[in-house]
């Protein structure tokens, strides 16, 4: 056997022990975002202890994965894969928060190479085909809401964020619901929650971010017409950070009643 | 005919653009209270060809029509800023004849926004300068702004004025320091067309708007969301709404217009449709067998509410009728082909070339992610029109710099910039622009001029694609003179490294729209 080949069997080998190694663990660190651009679609990395880990790719709208922004640093919080994708190490779930200041230095688009390939994205970099492509004159229907006597909504922020674009669908659903179910009591309670990086330091929010998201939440479904008898608004002093889903602490709670 | 054809690398022609537009000189000038009927279907010439009209409400009697008469102090009309022959629009040499025929005495130059400030003296041409340079019209808005309600709405940012080439932001009258204070930008009237489509509520409108989670605007009728796609700042919900208002600023009208006359001219711009209908190059554009979303039917017959960006109902559908043609040796059959591919070519640029859409708000910002590749379509995916589906405001760099056109600044430098440009700062409290930060220039805020957000700083609403030809120049602010200028702004803007064949090609489909 050639020395080349047993020598990349070799490196392999270090490679998946070292991925095995850290399957499981999660990451949390504040990085430039990288993009890739790909034969398909671009996907997203992060470098972290020099280390390239994979975030997702570009998808649509209706995807799971809110890609950053270049220009910005982001947050990365997620579960290290024994999979690797793009070049870097699979992070999955993964959240990116884009930090709302500018950064000059992340800039960063890597040239497509032949030997990363992405394959399995529903949406093209063009115009959408296969499930996505829908021809004029078919219209999705929606599903008739069932209405309960409480429904709970969770409105979902990135670090040190209000609400944005990403956030009126929740709007719409919890809009809509409400109207439909003729609510009589509606109960908002905004959270904060910093984050504790891999690296041992701590990123806190800024002060009053869980009143501010309630309020903003708040004003925001009355501004849109939104009649309800009683209107409950509160939130919870900022929890705690540990490294582990401490973005599950960034959000808004709405109750909806009958 | 300013239309020159020029061969270019093979078989491939170009559409020579005009220097200033096209439907000028010659072309009919339709004045208010003429009392004219209007046909059912029209063609208007233009340098380009011809476009065409089509009223789906049959021909229509103008004589005390909401829309042709005179109804304020100013003496004009609907139709004096949105004429048939500039695809119900207006064209700057469209303007330049009526200044030239009329020695600057039409109500189209009314000092109230026909100049660049009303101060100014009448009837010389440098007081409507803008008018007659790049089609503007001055829009002036209360500072800071006021909700729906007419509540105060307390801005994200502080609005400084920079430079005032024309007087009014810094005017003791008109200006952001007067006793009501206003701000000045100037802006292209839109297409009073196809407006079924511009309107349409049937995708993407909700309570609150994709862009930015705010909620919607409501039909004041109805109280049902609207599309938001109106004007280049989406200020006014509806047909009724923004007639109302023009009559109250356009036509310096004093008293409301009547239920009757609201009506009438809402179901007139409903029922008119309109887009180049034959072309220089390409011959027909509405021909049995041709591309079938070319021409003022197809807009006719459209399905409007549809996203276009996928291949089962292109933005533009063109099909693969002109894709490869054959040569007869006869050089007019042949130029004609040619063209036709070069047009289908371009229908691929626009559709299918990819490129990285990068530091755009409301396109960059929906959850997407900065950069994105994908390709023109993306943003101009209204299927037939080529507007964004819904609340369709963004920051291509049309107004904001570093992106928007300047003239450079240099001790040799011949030329002055003729915009205003304003400076926004915004607040400790405010998220700043997500890509231009906390302090943006531009020469028009746009939609952050009515809702005083940061991320809406330089957010213009995106117009349809249709007419072209017929009403350069183009841009809210009039900045790109012809369809080749379009084009390599958004080469520029977004580093797109188009061909020169690319760029023939896609001015050329732009051309047949």
């Given at each position: 056997m050639p020395k080349t080949v047993i020598r990349a069997i070799a490196l392999s080998l270090v490679a998946t022990t070292a991925l095995a190694e850290g399957t499981g663990k999660t990451l949390s660190f504040k990085a430039c975002p990288i993009v890739r651009d790909t034969s398909t679609v671009p996907c997203w990395l992060a470098e972290h202890e020099g280390e390239l880990y994979y975030l997702g790719i570009q998808t649509d709208l209706q995807g799971t994965f809110t890609p950053p922004y270049l220009g910005h640093q982001a947050l990365v919080e997620g579960e290290v894969t024994g999979r690797r994708l793009c070049g870097g190490i699979v992070l999955e779930p993964v959240r990116a928060s884009t930090l709302p200041e500018l950064d000059s230095n992340c800039n960063a688009i890597l040239p497509a190479e032949d030997r990363y390939q992405i394959d399995f994205n529903p949406r093209p970099p063009g115009p959408s085909v296969g499930r996505y492509q829908r021809p004029a004159g078919q219209r999705q229907r929606r599903a008739p809401l069932e209405v309960t006597a409480r429904q709970e909504f969770q409105v979902q922020f990135e670090f040190d964020g209000r609400v944005k674009a990403r956030n009126a669908g929740d709007l719409n659903r919890i809009f809509n619901y409400a109207q439909t179910a003729k609510a009589s009591r509606i109960s908002i309670v905004g959270r904060q929650g910093g984050a504790l990086l891999s690296n041992g330091q701590r990123m806190d929010e800024r002060p009053e971010l869980a009143k501010i998201r309630a309020e903003e939440v708040a004003g925001l479904l009355r501004q849109a017409g939104l009649e309800v008898r009683e209107w409950s608004v509160s939130w919870n002093p900022p929890a705690v950070p540990d490294g582990k889903e401490d973005w599950a602490d960034r959000r808004v709670t709405v109750v909806v009643e009958q | 005919m300013g239309c020159l054809l020029a061969v270019l690398s093979g078989a491939a022609l170009a559409a020579d653009p005009p220097a200033a537009g096209s439907s000028g000189r010659g072309a009919p000038w339709w004045s208010p209270g003429s009392g004219e009927v209007l046909p059912a279907a029209a063609a208007y010439p233009n340098d380009y060809g011809a476009l065409g009209i089509v009223n789906t409400g049959g021909p229509v009697a103008t004589q005390g029509h909401p829309f042709f008469e005179p109804l304020g102090k100013n003496g004009r009309a609907c139709v004096t800023c949105h004429q048939p022959a500039s695809a119900?629009?207006?064209?700057?040499?469209?303007?330049?004849?009526?200044?030239?025929?009329?020695?600057g005495r039409d109500p189209l130059f009314a000092a109230i926004d026909g100049m660049n400030c009303p101060h100014l003296p009448a009837a010389d041409p440098a007081s409507h300068s803008l008018l007659l340079s790049r089609g503007l019209f001055r829009v002036?808005?209360?500072?800071?702004?006021?909700?729906?309600d007419g509540s105060r709405i307390e801005p994200q940012f502080d609005l400084e004025v920079v430079r005032d080439p024309t007087g009014c932001n810094t005017h003791p009258e008109h200006g952001l320091h007067s006793a009501n204070p206003q701000v000045s930008v100037y802006r292209r009237p839109r297409m009073a067309a196809n407006l079924r489509y511009v309107t349409s509520a049937r995708f993407g409108v909700g309570r609150f708007i994709g862009k930015n989670a705010t909620p919607s605007a409501v039909d004041p009728l109805t109280n049902q969301p609207v599309n938001m796609n109106m004007m280049a700042d989406a200020r006014e919900p509806t047909l009724r709404t923004q007639a109302a208002s023009a009559a109250a600023t356009h036509l310096q009208r004093d008293d409301a217009l009547t239920e009757?006359?609201?009506?009438?001219?809402q179901e007139f711009e409903l029922q008119l449709y309109a887009a180049q209908d034959s072309?220089?190059?390409?011959?027909?554009?509405?021909?049995?067998?041709?591309?079938?979303?070319?021409?003022?039917?197809?807009?006719?017959?459209?399905?409007?509410?549809?996203?276009?960006?996928?291949?089962?109902?292109f933005v533009f559908p063109v099909e693969d009728v002109w894709r490869s043609l054959p040569r007869t040796g006869k050089p007019d059959v042949d130029a004609k082909n040619a063209f036709r591919e070069s047009v289908t070519r371009g229908h691929d640029v626009f559709f299918f070339r990819t490129f990285w859409i990068k530091d755009a708000t409301h396109i960059n910002t929906v959850g997407m992610g900065?950069?994105?590749?994908?390709?023109?379509?993306?943003?101009?995916?209204?299927?037939?029109?080529?507007?964004?589906?819904?609340?369709?405001?963004?920051?291509?760099?049309?107004?904001?710099?570093?992106?928007?056109?300047?003239?450079?600044?240099?001790?040799?430098a011949q030329g002055k910039p003729e915009l205003p440009l304003f400076k926004l700062t915004c607040k400790a409290n405010a998220e700043p622009h997500a890509f231009?930060?906390?302090?943006?220039?531009?020469?028009?805020?746009?939609?952050?001029?009515?809702?005083?957000?940061c991320d809406d700083i330089g957010a213009?609403?995106?117009?349809?694609?249709?007419?072209?030809?017929?009403?350069?120049?183009?841009?809210?602010?009039?900045?790109?003179?012809?369809?080749?200028?379009?084009?390599?702004?958004?080469?520029?803007?977004?580093?797109m490294k188009l061909t020169e064949r690319e760029r023939v090609?896609?001015?050329n489909f732009l051309s047949t729209l």
């Open positions: - | 119900m629009s207006l064209s700057v040499a469209a303007v330049r004849a009526q200044w030239e025929a009329t020695q002036f808005l209360p500072w800071p702004p006021r909700a729906a009757a006359q609201l009506a009438a001219i072309h220089v190059g390409a011959g027909s554009l509405a021909e049995p067998g041709g591309p079938s979303g070319l021409g003022a039917r197809a807009m006719a017959r459209g399905e409007d509410g549809v996203l276009g960006n996928n291949d089962g109902s900065n950069p994105l590749k994908r390709t023109c379509a993306t943003c101009h995916g209204g299927h037939m029109t080529g507007m964004d589906s819904a609340n369709g405001w963004m920051d291509l760099g049309t107004t904001n710099l570093p992106w928007a056109v300047e003239p450079p600044v240099s001790p040799w231009l930060g906390r302090v943006v220039y531009t020469q028009d805020p746009g939609r952050a001029l009515i809702t005083g957000r213009i609403v995106i117009q349809q694609m249709r007419g072209l030809a017929a009403r350069a120049p183009y841009m809210s602010n009039g900045s790109l003179a012809t369809l080749r200028e379009v084009v390599d702004f958004y080469d520029r803007r977004f580093n090609d896609l001015t």
